[in-house]
């Protein structure tokens, strides 16, 4: 996901679904517990079914899937890969009726970054500052979508961009931004520039199954 992230309500159970844009689809598996994982609270889905998100954090680094993916996309954009950074698990868990039968659904989607060797934003001021200018309302429409904007002890969760502003990611778009809390939102911050440099840990593949439930 070079930003790989969509959320939008009016089809709570599709929206999940449409976060593809930016990551791919994944299964739970083995490892180590995930960094910080958030739950959220169950929401109704406009068929009258009820949806609940979790959020799993990394980073880890990505399977060698992914990385290639990385690397066509880089490459289609006149870029070399410099590494990729696996940042987070969606997961959906959907409850309901189908064909007037109780149904359940669900899945998982894995939230990458692409460390294209892109150039640096030269607009960079511009870009914090919308995102500064507009972040409540931008909380207040992904939390009606997934059941509140995660806190801690009232105190809101970092947002933050996946295609980072200082290469160029859009500062409000629904796709770009993912909640972490303030631990994880440092580490992602330490290592971004990492994932851009040559020759750096973000360009070796990790297992396909990085963390534990």
């Known amino acids: 996901m070079a930003a790989d992230f969509v959320l939008h309500r009016a089809a709570s159970a599709v929206a999940l679904l449409s976060l593809v844009g930016c990551g791919s689809a994944t299964v739970g598996g083995g490892g180590s517990p995930a960094r910080a994982k958030w739950v959220g609270s169950v929401v109704r889905t406009p068929d009258g079914g009820q949806l609940r998100t979790t959020i799993y954090y990394g980073p880890w680094q990505c399977s060698a899937a992914f990385l290639s993916r990385c690397e066509s996309k880089c490459a289609a954009q006149g870029y070399p890969l410099m590494g990729c950074m696996w940042l987070a698990d969606i997961k959906g868990d959907w409850q309901g009726r189908y ?97 851009y440099a040559p020759g750096g840990q973000w360009l070796k593949p990790g297992p396909d199954r990085p963390y534990a439930d």
């Open 99 to 195: 064909l007037f039968m109780p149904a359940e659904a669900g899945g998982r989607l894995a939230i990458t970054h692409c460390c294209c060797d892109y150039p640096k934003a030269a607009d960079l001021t511009w870009r914090r500052n919308t995102w500064k200018n507009s972040r409540t309302t931008f909380r207040d429409e992904w939390g009606r979508e997934f059941g509140g904007w995660p806190s801690t002890g009232g105190i809101n969760w970092q947002g933050h961009h996946i295609f980072d502003l200082g290469h160029g990611g859009a500062p409000l778009a629904r796709d770009n931004v993912i909640p972490a809390p303030d631990d994880v939102h440092g580490v992602f911050n330490r290592e971004y520039p990492a994932c």
